[in-house]
């Protein structure tokens, strides 16, 4: 029962408040009469008149956008508000409550020397794993030719196919090879693997693959022990028509520590800035900026002069050039924004494309990613609702109670014609 008053009561509150200006304009002899005559007319409406003026009310105020927005800010209010439990416990239980905060941040400390102990970790295999991609530059870039034996693959059951199309495949490739030169290497790999990747792919302009098929290799090195922690994703070019730069690189600083501010918030390493470098450009050949030309035309004399602009221009080689965070940590809303995304590059990068390169060249890691997508969605089909879903669950939720609120207030108007409204402020 309190719980349908509280609702009511929120109601009338809120659509006082919003007549609140008209009603101070009114002189108060006039307010009087006007809540007589309201009286006399609700003392001889019964039955379906009654009915019918509810609902007349209903369907005018949820076609008022800002009662409306009003009610919707106030639920969003309650929604978001603490049950109250917490602030009911008596004082001794709240600081037993503090006390496992601290144990909270203690624990928050300790994840963070994990982390940076993964680094470390990090680094030590990184040098185990040089080798091998040091056999996969040389392969790629013709240094090297793989042996019959290296170049023995298996496919998984899923992927055989008969002999007969066996047969038919091997004799379209003989005359394929046939009809052009034996290339070197693996031509366009890593052009390949950006395209492939939609992440990379959305970086990559037309005017960009030229240059990317002169990319040999993409490396990270990682920060030596006892430095910050820090990785560095090199980029290395054969020489080109572009650039003189034999290699670019992309910093990226990290913290593996709780916040003072919000210890509760720490989740694991974040990169904190980035820093890019200087490409050098050979003449007329930087892809980052172009020339745009504008006809004006003088007011007064007629006369018509051509204006060339120089503009910067959509291009994956801008991912070395990202916004300077000020030391105040302010950024205004575009920068923040290329930030995130060129953080979620970097981590990409080092993590996905490096390592597995070969597989997303083939497209098989973009497969398996996407089986990863589809395996999660199912979970949240079927088992308990993503954080997602609970937030969608959550906002229909406060439209049903949108709705409720609206029908209880008009039949307590109705039902309850003696109640007159006031500005009294409630506070629940």
């Keep these: 029962m309190y719980f349908f008053l509280t609702l009511m009561f929120l109601s009338i509150d809120i659509w006082s408040s919003y007549n609140m200006a008209d009603i101070d304009n009114k002189e108060q002899s006039e307010l009087d009469q006007d809540l007589d005559d309201v009286e006399e007319v609700e003392e001889e409406e019964t039955g ?4 019918i003026k509810a609902r007349q009310l209903t369907v005018q105020m949820m076609q008022n956008p800002q009662i409306l927005a009003a009610l919707q800010e106030r639920l969003d209010g309650l929604v978001e508000t603490p049950t109250g439990y917490i602030e009911s416990l008596p004082r001794v239980v709240k600081r037993r409550v503090n006390a ?11 994840e963070a020397k994990f982390y940076e102990e993964v680094h470390d970790l990090e680094r030590k295999y990184a040098v185990l794993y040089q080798p091998l991609f040091d056999k996969r530059f040389e ?10 034996e290296e170049c023995e693959w298996k496919p ?6 008969s002999e007969e199309l066996k047969e038919k495949a091997k004799i379209e490739d003989e005359k394929k090879d046939e009809e052009k030169e034996d290339p070197k290497g693996i031509p366009e790999f890593w052009l390949t693997v950006f395209k492939n990747v939609d992440l990379l792919s959305d970086m990559v302009q037309e005017h960009d693959e030229p240059i990317l098929k002169h990319l040999k290799d993409i490396k990270v090195k990682f920060s030596d022990a006892g430095q910050p922690m820090s990785f560095v994703l090199e980029f290395h070019f054969e020489p080109n028509e572009y650039f003189t730069n034999e290699v670019l690189t992309k910093t990226y600083r990290m913290r593996s520590e709780p916040d003072d501010s919000d210890p509760f918030s720490f989740d694991g390493p974040e990169i904190m800035g980035c820093t890019g470098c200087q490409i050098d450009w050979k003449k007329g050949k930087n892809v980052t900026l172009k020339t745009i030309k504008k006809k004006q035309k ?9 204006v060339t602009k120089t503009v910067s221009n959509d291009s994956f080689f801008n991912f070395f050039a990202p916004p300077e965070v000020p030391e105040s940590g302010d950024l205004d809303d575009d920068a923040e924004a290329i930030l995130a995304a060129d953080f979620e590059i970097g981590h990409f990068l080092r993590e996905r494309i490096i390592p597995r390169s070969v597989l997303y060249f083939t497209g098989e890691a973009i497969e398996d990613d996407d089986d990863d997508y589809d395996e999660e ?12 879903l609970e ?3 959550l906002h229909h939720l406060t439209s049903l109670f949108q709705v409720f609120c609206y029908c209880l207030f008009c039949l307590f108007l109705f039902l309850q014609p003696k109640i007159k409204m006031s500005n009294t402020i409630l506070v629940f």
């Design 156 to 161: 998984d059951e899923e992927d055989e196919i």
């Design 391 to 393: 937030r969608m669950n």
């Design 100 to 110: 496992l905060k601290n144990l909270q941040v203690k624990c928050a400390q300790i």
């Design 48 to 51: 379906e008149e009654t009915k």
């Design 298 to 306: 003088h007011k007064g004399r007629g006369t018509v002069r051509t």
């Design 377 to 388: 969605g199912e979970e949240a089909d079927e088992g308990l609702p993503s954080a997602s």
């Design 139 to 148: 392969i790629i870039n013709a240094i090297y030719e793989p042996t019959e």
